[in-house]
């Protein structure tokens, strides 16, 4: 088993910065992916970006590359998202999972408790 927790969600205004971070614990050698996903109020849940805890590859979905990064830290355990020049569209509860296998269609084994991310005009 793998626990993930989310941390770092909150109010900013367009344009506006956030990191949040995800703390996993448990069988984490088992989850060489590690992703985010969001989702918004009537929308389906959407991939946004993923990295390898081997090799560091990273992963984006096209609508946030050039102002979210994604990185981890191997001795913390966690996964960060920097979220730069957010948008209104940006709202959304953030996921973050755990999987032996990179995708970017949700197929994760393990799944954090999400985070509020709420961008305002």
């Known amino acids: 088993q793998v626990q993930l927790v989310e941390s770092g969600g909150g109010l900013v205004q367009a344009g506006g910065s956030l990191r949040l971070s995800c703390a996993a614990s448990?069988?984490?050698?088992?989850?060489?992916?590690m992703g985010w996903f969001r989702q918004a109020p009537g929308k389906e849940r959407e991939f946004v970006a993923a990295i390898l805890w081997s090799g560091g590859t990273t992963y984006y979905a096209d609508s946030v590359k050039g102002r979210f990064t994604i990185s981890r830290d191997k001795d913390k355990n966690t996964v960060y998202l920097q979220m730069n020049s957010l948008k209104p569209e940006d709202t959304a509860v953030y996921y973050c999972a755990a999987d032996p296998n990179y995708s970017s269609n949700g197929g994760y084994r393990y799944w954090g408790q999400g985070t509020q991310v709420t961008v305002s005009s």
């Open positions: 448990g069988r984490t050698f088992s989850s060489n992916a």
